[in-house]
Every structure is written in structure tokens, then in C-alpha cells.
T-cell receptor, first 115, second 113 residues
Framework: AQTVTQSQPEMSVQEAETVTLSCTYD???????LFWYKQPPSRQMILVIR??????QNATENRFSVNFQKAAKSFSLKISDSQLGDAAMYFC????????????FGTGTQLKVEL | GAVVSQHPSWVICKSGTSVKIECRSL??????MFWYRQFPKQSLMLMAT?????????EQGVEKDKFLINHASLTLSTLTVTSAHPEDSSFYIC?????????FGPGTRLTVL
């Protein structure tokens, strides 16, 4: 079975500053995807960034980037130049390439952005 | 990305009644639909996976006779909560899956009085 762990229930960041959200995971499989999802108060899940496990290069999407350490099974999310609209719950998730494509989620990190 | 809708967006019902939630993929064919449940301030927990035209596969601990899932077409899946009780009050999210992508519905808030 797969597990995803987010050890930071809450994080705060000043506007325009940088924050890193932590995520570790466990799987015996070698082929999988990792995701960061944002869930604002509307509760609509929004895909922030995706990383294929076979790719060594860290994914980047504008102000969002990841630090993917496959051997350590770590997948942190860095948000640069934080904006008020970044305030939300962030979930780390794992999906195996085979096995039905279901997502396993972490417990989430509530990010607060302060002026 | 593709658009997935859920109806209703929120529903309040009396204990003992049944509630049906629809999930539609509006602009692509979803070979697989996933149903998740999210309690307040908690993570998403997978309830079941359904493939078009076949029976749903339920996760351990999820009562298949209580949470009926039908995936009759590539664009529609339904979740029926039968004989709902207050402990079934939750946020239900469907995820429509294509070949390599998955798209989230906006969720349905169920409150059972």
C-alpha cells in the first residue's frame, strides 16, 4: 500500500516571500506520479504541479517548483513570491502508473499568507 | 483541462432517506470515475473506483450496499447514499479519469439531519 505524509498541518508566509511545503511518501513501485493540489475555500481541487517519477528534472510551473528526491521519497513544494491568492489547503498526492490510477493523498497543509 | 460537473452542489436530507449525486464529464470520455469523501479539515479518502459498464470496486471499509455507484456511460457516474445517517454528512468529490489525466468535480456537500 502507498502512503503520503505531510508533517506540517499549517504554514504561514509573508506576502512576496518564499515558502516550502514538505511531503514524503512510501511505495514499493518504481513508476508513479506525484502531484501537488490546491484546495481553496471553494473546495474545488486545483492541480498545481505534477512530477513523473522517471524524470530527474524537478518540475516547475511559474512560481511553483518542486524538489523531488526519489531515493529519499521526498517531494516538497516551493512557492516563490507568495500571493494572497495562494492561501489554501495544499495536498500532496501519489498515483501509481498501473493499479487503477487512484490517487493517495496526504493529510494536507493549510497555508496562510500574511500581509 | 476537462470539465467535470457534479449535481447537486449541496443537499440536505432527513435521516433514513436516499440521496443521489451525479458526476458528469462534459467534454471527454471518462473510462474511470473515482469517488472520494472528505470530512471537514481532513484529507480525501477514496471510496470506490468505477469503470464504465462494470461494477465498482470499493475500498476496504466502504459499504457497497450503502454507497451505490453506477457508471452507465463514459460521461456519467452516480453515487447513491442509501438510508443516509448524520455520520454520512460529508463532502463527496468525483474524479473523472481519462487515459493519462484526472479531473476533479467541484464536490457535493451532503448534510443529513
Amino acid at each position: 500500500a502507498q502512503t503520503v505524509t505531510q508533517s506540517q498541518p499549517e504554514m504561514s508566509v509573508q506576502e512576496a516571500e518564499t515558502v516550502t511545503l514538505s511531503c514524503t511518501y512510501d511505495t514499493s513501485e518504481s513508476d508513479y506520479y506525484l502531484f501537488w493540489y490546491k484546495q481553496p475555500p471553494s473546495r474545488q481541487m486545483i492541480l498545481v504541479i505534477r512530477q513523473e517519477a522517471y524524470k530527474q528534472q524537478n518540475a516547475t510551473e511559474n512560481r511553483f517548483s518542486v524538489n523531488f528526491q526519489k531515493a529519499a521519497k521526498s517531494f516538497s513544494l516551493k512557492i516563490s513570491d507568495s500571493q494572497l491568492g495562494d492561501a489554501a489547503m495544499y495536498f500532496c498526492a501519489l498515483r501509481l502508473t498501473g493499479g487503477g490510477n487512484k490517487l493517495t493523498f496526504g493529510t494536507g497543509t493549510q497555508l496562510k499568507v500574511e500581509l | 483541462g476537462a470539465v467535470v460537473s457534479q449535481h447537486p452542489s449541496w443537499v440536505i436530507c432527513k435521516s433514513g432517506t436516499s440521496v443521489k449525486i451525479e458526476c458528469r464529464s462534459l467534454d471527454f470520455q471518462a473510462t474511470t470515475m473515482f469517488w472520494y469523501r472528505q470530512f471537514p479539515k481532513q484529507s480525501l479518502m477514496l471510496m470506490a473506483t468505477s469503470n464504465e459498464g462494470s461494477k465498482a470496486t470499493y475500498e476496504q471499509g466502504v459499504e457497497k450496499d450503502k454507497f451505490l455507484i453506477n457508471h452507465a456511460s463514459l460521461t456519467l457516474s452516480t453515487l447513491t447514499v442509501t438510508s443516509a445517517h448524520p455520520e454520512d454528512s460529508s463532502f463527496y468529490i468525483c474524479v473523472a479519469g481519462g487515459k493519462n489525466e484526472q479531473f476533479f468535480g467541484p464536490g457535493t456537500r451532503l448534510t443529513v439531519l
